[in-house]
């Protein structure tokens, strides 16, 4: 009897079926299985509100969850900056794959990088991380909440795409998705982190299956050769920062770790909403295992909260 198909949920847009399909044909190899896609509609897919409106993190995460749940798919994809930081009863992250670029990047007109953007240029992005930063390192822009995919994004730039309105100067989109969908024609200029600091995750994705899916078998062995130690890690101290801060995947909050010669390292920034306050620290730790990456992340929070995070921004703390 031939064995069914491990059901692969995700969702609908160009961007979640180019990086579905990737993790599809490699887990469909590394378990030697037959795979088969699932599109499944999420609140953040249908609403078009901004995503401070809509509750911001999960809105992208919660159906594929019930789905999982249901059995209506096996394992479900996620953008893991999406992924809300709370525990979910019987789902477990699979496999962290190896990480791509966490930048993000500035998609402007005439090819324009920050500083060459002039004063009074629109920038659309519908994230209050990155519109904080371009506040705090250029307050002459004028920033501009945007929704849409990543090519709706892209026409909105005066001359970037034939045909599109082309209303804004400039939009800040994930470098890796641009990769991912073939792109990066489009971009200006690549943000270094010293300017605008990732959100937690960004970059990784995050593959999740029931928990009692993850102990043993096919799919369970092909996660787990999936996974990639350094960016489980990296991904697990900026996830630890943002859940003892109680702050959502929409807070104006920005995180990086890296796995270092010397252990692990971990940068963080909270800012106000308009950008005119910005807290950064940096902090590391020689124990690089799971427990001491939640462990530096818990601990850089407690210095942000410290050093008045909560008065920059709303964190439930």
Do not use: W
Request: net charge negative; proline share 4%; with cysteine.
């Amino acid at each position: 009897m031939a064995q069914a198909p491990v059901l692969i949920g995700t969702r609908g847009s160009a961007l979640a079926l180019t990086q579905t399909t990737t993790v599809a044909e490699t887990l469909a190899e590394l378990g030697s299985f037959e795979v088969e896609l699932v599109r499944v509609k999420t609140e953040g897919d249908v609403n078009r509100a901004a995503l401070s409106q809509i509750g911001g993190t999960g809105v992208f995460v919660a159906a594929l969850r019930e789905s999982l749940l249901r059995g209506d798919c096996d394992v479900a994809v996620h953008s893991l900056k999406d992924l809300p930081t709370a525990e979910a009863n019987g789902l477990t992250i699979g496999a962290v794959p190896a990480r791509v670029d966490v930048r993000d990047a500035l998609c402007a007109r005439d090819s324009l990088t920050l500083a060459e953007l002039p004063a009074g240029a629109t920038v659309g992005t519908g994230s209050p991380r990155r519109a904080a930063q371009l506040r705090a390192a250029r307050p002459d822009l004028e920033i501009v909440d945007i929704r849409g995919n990543v090519d709706t994004r892209l026409a909105r730039v005066a001359g970037l795409v034939e045909g599109g309105p082309g209303d804004l100067d400039a939009v800040v989109l994930a470098a890796a998705g641009l990769s991912r969908l073939g792109r990066l024609d489009m971009v200006s200029e690549f943000l270094d982190p010293a300017v605008m600091l990732p959100a937690p995750g960004q970059g990784a994705l995050a593959v999740e299956c029931r928990t009692t899916d993850a102990a043993d078998g096919p799919l369970s062995r092909a996660l787990a050769a999936y996974d990639d130690t350094a960016s489980r890690l990296a991904v697990t101290a900026e996830r630890a920062l943002l859940y003892r801060l109680e702050a959502g995947c929409t807070a104006p909050i920005g995180a990086l770790a890296r796995v270092t010669e010397k252990g692990l390292a971990l940068e963080a920034v909270v800012c106000s909403d308009d950008g005119t306050r910005v807290l950064r620290r940096y902090s590391s730790t020689s124990q690089a295992d799971e427990d001491g990456a939640r462990a530096l992340g818990v601990r850089m929070a407690e210095e942000l909260l410290a050093a008045g995070a909560a008065e920059l921004t709303e964190l439930a703390s």
